[in-house]
């Protein structure tokens, strides 16, 4: 009998040490659980060798011009955070510095920043008990027979209640934290979008800056071909008076002259609009001005151009960053998707006192408490979960394309700066052959009009000629420093490199759990 009783006492101890072991794994379960839905898996960068089907040649044709220095591609060198200042001209770099301070565009996606983790950090919220507390005074009457318990000697009493709720879903299936993953991810497209405000906003500045030098130069030779014609009418009209030529070579200059003069009035426009949008990318009205103008004699080209491996380009681009963040939100809504359609489990506990007066509510016997447990299982739904499972699976799909699409334009991109820069360096070397052999045509001309030996015809020509060869000149001094600028932003801008941006101010952790009120 005795043995009996120790045999049993054994397998009863065995019994339940086997119970609490079954009972710790469900509770780790229940509060670990499983993430259900795909792990995200970022995509490789594509194994290309270059940007190219040619491989470029390693550096640009130089000119004999103030922009025409000979540049030298240097593979895997890092960019450098303010790219822009190596064309070394101190008036472009206090104008970026005043447009990062104030401009609009780039202050609404800082904020944008801090509200996509903000929302991540109340998502963050669901992984701990919820606890709320109340309390309740009321003055209450009853009828005579009442069977209420509370007060039995009157039937007027006052009633004090206080409560503390606690409640709590266990992430069983990983639902909470699948959906904190994709706002996570979803915060990450916000960041990746403000590096990509910041890029544009600073290259914007860079090519407008570069624009209105150009146009600066245009209007300058404009005026130089405005005085060349004007001396040459001069010496036309001599000659008429001479009677070496026709009214009719005087009638022609004119004309030529006006046309030249007439060309002035919409370049003058463009300089203004781009004044004005200058002004606009650094915050301020277009009637505040600038202090800054830009002449292209001020630039300087940089000899040594940075040009990252293919393969670090994925890592580089602000847009591709933000598109692979877009398919980690999309992937982790798939397991969202399929957690709502798996069991819902709920815990709550509830701890509190009933008592008639106030000294009482501390009384021993007046306080009240419930514990429970809930299980929701989805059942029929008409086919709504299902189908938003399948709407979450395509929404990757199309993130996936638009990721591999944004891949690709980034490739386009930088192979067409890469050529551009190779092509507008040839420009500039045959602009600056055009324009001497045009300026000495002209000087031919106006030498034979000087000794009266001309011929209207090949004078008007020579002017038409050193006109058009002057503004492509200045126009192909532009696109050299325009091409690296381009490049700079093709390749990302060197963001990783960069601190000059506050970093979005984040709220202490304890603030997730006990939720002051600011």
Request: net charge neutral.
């Amino acid at each position: 009998m005795r043995q009996h009783f120790f045999q049993t006492a054994a397998t009863r101890a065995t019994r339940g040490h086997w119970s609490q072991r079954l009972f710790g794994l469900a509770m780790a379960t229940i509060l670990s659980g499983c993430a259900v839905g795909p792990d995200f898996v970022p995509p490789h960068p594509p194994q290309a060798s270059g940007y190219s089907a040619m491989p470029p040649s390693s550096r640009t044709v130089a000119a004999k011009d103030s922009a025409g220095t000979s540049q030298h591609f240097v593979m895997g060198r890092d960019l450098p955070g303010d790219w822009w200042r190596v064309f070394g001209y101190a008036p472009l770099g206090s104008l970026v510095e005043r447009a990062l301070n104030s401009n609009p565009d780039l202050r609404a996606a800082q904020a944008a920043l801090r509200m996509a983790e903000a929302n991540t950090a109340a998502a963050q919220g669901g992984f701990f008990p919820q606890a709320d507390g109340s309390f309740a005074a009321s003055r209450q009457k009853t009828g005579l027979g009442s069977t209420s318990g509370l007060a039995t000697d009157t039937p007027t009493y006052n009633l004090f209640t206080g409560q503390v709720q606690v409640s709590y879903t266990p992430d069983v299936f990983g639902g909470t934290r699948r959906l904190v993953e994709s706002l996570q991810a979803q915060a990450n497209i916000e960041r990746f979008q403000l590096e990509a405000t910041y890029l544009a906003l600073t290259a914007h500045i860079v090519l407008t800056s570069v624009q209105e030098a150009s146009l600066r130069g245009q209007i300058a030779a404009t005026h130089k071909l405005i005085k060349i014609a004007a001396d040459l009418l001069h010496g036309l009209r001599a000659q008429f008076a001479a009677g070496a030529i026709s009214e009719a070579d005087i009638v022609t200059q004119e004309a030529t002259l006006a046309q030249i003069e007439q060309s002035l009035p919409p370049l003058e426009q463009q300089l203004a609009e781009q004044r004005h949008l200058l002004s606009a990318l650094t915050g301020g009205l277009p009637s505040e001005g600038l202090p800054e103008t830009f002449e292209l004699r001020d630039f300087h080209l940089p000899h040594d151009l940075p040009l990252s491996v293919p393969s670090q380009l994925v890592e580089q681009r602000p847009d591709i960053r933000a598109a692979e963040a877009k398919m980690q939100s999309t992937s982790a809504l798939i397991g969202v998707a399929v957690a709502n359609r798996l069991p819902n489990i709920s815990l709550t506990a509830n701890y509190g006192v009933n008592a008639l007066s106030p000294d009482q509510v501390f009384a021993p016997g007046s306080n009240v408490w419930g514990i429970g447990g809930a299980a929701l299982m989805p059942i029929l739904h008409g086919g709504t979960l299902f189908e938003r499972e399948v709407t979450a699976r395509e929404a990757f799909d199309q993130a996936s394309s638009q990721y591999r699409s944004a891949v690709i334009a980034a490739f386009q991109n930088v192979a067409d700066c890469l050529s551009a820069l190779q092509n507008d360096a040839k420009a500039l070397q045959k602009a600056v052959a055009f324009e001497g052999a045009a300026a000495k045509t002209l000087a031919i001309m106006r030498q034979r009009l000087e000794i009266g030996d001309v011929n209207y015809i090949e004078l008007l020509n020579a002017q038409l000629t050193y006109q058009r060869a002057l503004i492509t000149l200045v126009i192909a001094r532009r696109n050299r420093f325009a091409d690296t600028a381009a490049l700079f932003q093709a390749l990302g801008g060197g963001w990783w490199n960069r601190s000059d941006v506050e970093s979005p101010k984040r709220r202490p952790f304890l603030s997730f759990i006990t939720d002051p009120i600011y």
